[in-house]
């Protein structure tokens, strides 16, 4: 009975986390189901502060990236990074399309994909009511860029680093790896939309519009003060530690940890950030997810994978299109951060030069592959809802047309891509 029980409060956790009934977070969802396979005994009570410690390098990582990301985005960062964008286009849409994909890329890879929609989102909206622009497609950029982009190092997105560490892959090795299909992900990605949205983005960017008399138009940002320079220096210094730390074989949230603390002591010394502030930088709720996922995930390998090794084919080929098509069509099936998590417990059954390929190829499938619905990413749920906070109606069939075009096309030449570094 147990068996059944077990993939009853999976599949109904997974279930209630995509569909949010109320609006309730997702994580009070697989909470409740992580305290049900507790409660009929697929995981013991004594487990799981072990399962906790197992993600404490992921969780302690992603608080220092979140409070140093809040200083840098209430600092202004942001905004004057994305107004030098809009500046440096010279007044060409399409140069200004390419240089927002650009952006996009670089915040993905060297602070996460959710910094990017988090902080990115609502600049590049601003820039674009500022300017006249039509929002749609800047705004798919927005969400796209924030999955395709991903690849590149492990902080980019949670499921790196959930497969990171555990695995024992190499920060070097990883970035060695992953950064041409990363780039080749990024321009399929991009010219792939420059063809979809061709008549949406205009080739010349009208004048700046201002209307003192709608407080829903986005002001002028303001010019980058001291605070500014300080949190931009800051946020780059952590991410030089983050790199040297990496290569170094270190583990990465001393980087981010370390420049927070100095950033938070220097924003509370000189009255720049509130404790309601910090509760809001710092989210509670994804921590209590990537916990009780892992104790789902544990609760369902106790009573059905035990015993059970990954069955890896032959050929480096065979081996890549079954880590990518596995990823992907498991992250649009449950979410990419449950899949991420079944594929690691998959992958340490397997042994050799093999498991990191699938690994790698396994990464394509949930960093690109959530991109095709609206819930197979996180960071594709929280676009939709910044996005329709401020008017913008991206309905499910909208989103499809674009998805179901891009991400099969863009799939496919990053696997390819892959393959070629292989060989």
């Not at 995981?43 to 809040?70: K, N, Q, Y």
């Not at 949670?158 to 060695?176: H, M, Q, V």
């Not at 069939?397 to 891009?406: A, C, E, N, P, Q």
Request: charged share 10%; glycine share 8%.
């Amino acid at each position: 009975m147990t068996p059944v029980l077990t993939l009853g409060i999976m599949g109904g956790a997974i279930i209630l986390m995509l569909t949010r009934p109320k609006g309730i977070n997702e994580a009070w969802f697989v909470l409740a189901g992580a305290v049900g396979m507790v409660a009929i005994g697929a995981v013991r009570v004594d487990e799981v502060p072990g399962i906790a410690g197992e993600t404490s390098d992921v969780l302690l990582f992603l608080l220092g990236m979140m409070v140093l990301t809040g200083i840098a985005e209430r600092a202004g960062v942001f905004e004057v990074l994305g107004e030098w964008v809009a500046n440096l286009a010279r007044g060409s849409g399409r140069a200004l399309y390419v240089l927002v994909f650009l952006l996009g890329a670089t915040v993905t890879a060297t602070l996460s994909l959710d910094v990017t929609v988090i902080t990115l989102t609502p600049v590049i909206y601003a820039i674009t009511r500022r300017r006249g622009l039509p929002p749609v497609p800047f705004m798919f950029a927005c969400a796209f860029v924030a999955n395709t982009a991903s690849l590149v190092f492990p902080m980019s997105n949670l499921t790196n680093l959930l497969l990171y560490e555990p695995l024992g892959l190499s920060f070097a090795d990883f970035t060695r790896t992953m950064w041409f299909p990363n780039a080749v992900a990024l321009i399929t990605n991009l010219v792939v939309f420059l063809w979809l949205f061709r008549k949406e983005v205009p080739r010349a960017i009208p004048a700046i519009v201002t209307n003192e008399a709608d407080p829903a138009m986005p002001r002028e940002p303001l010019a980058a003060g001291t605070w500014a320079r300080i949190s931009a220096w800051g946020l780059g210094g952590t991410l030089v530690a983050l790199f040297a730390l990496g290569l170094a074989g270190y583990p990465l949230w001393w980087a981010s940890i370390a420049g927070a603390a100095i950033m938070l002591g220097a924003a509370a010394t000189t009255r720049r950030i509130t404790l309601g502030q910090l509760s809001d930088d710092v989210s509670v709720p994804l921590y209590v997810f990537v916990i009780a996922m892992t104790v789902l995930v544990r609760g369902v390998e106790h009573t059905w994978l035990e015993g059970w090794s990954l069955a890896v084919p032959d050929g480096t080929f065979p081996v890549i299109v079954t880590g990518v098509v596995a990823g992907a069509v498991g992250s649009n099936v449950v979410n990419n951060i449950p899949m991420a998590v079944f594929a690691r417990s998959a992958l340490e059954t397997v042994q050799g030069q093999e498991r990191d390929l699938l690994a790698y190829a396994t990464l394509i499938g949930t960093n690109i592959g959530p991109a095709l619905t609206t819930y197979g990413s996180l960071a594709t749920m929280l676009w939709l809802t910044l996005i329709r906070k401020r008017g913008m109606d991206v309905t499910t069939s909208h989103y499809l047309r674009v998805s179901i075009v891009t991400v099969p096309i863009v799939l496919l030449t990053t696997t390819l891509a892959l393959w070629a570094v292989a060989h």
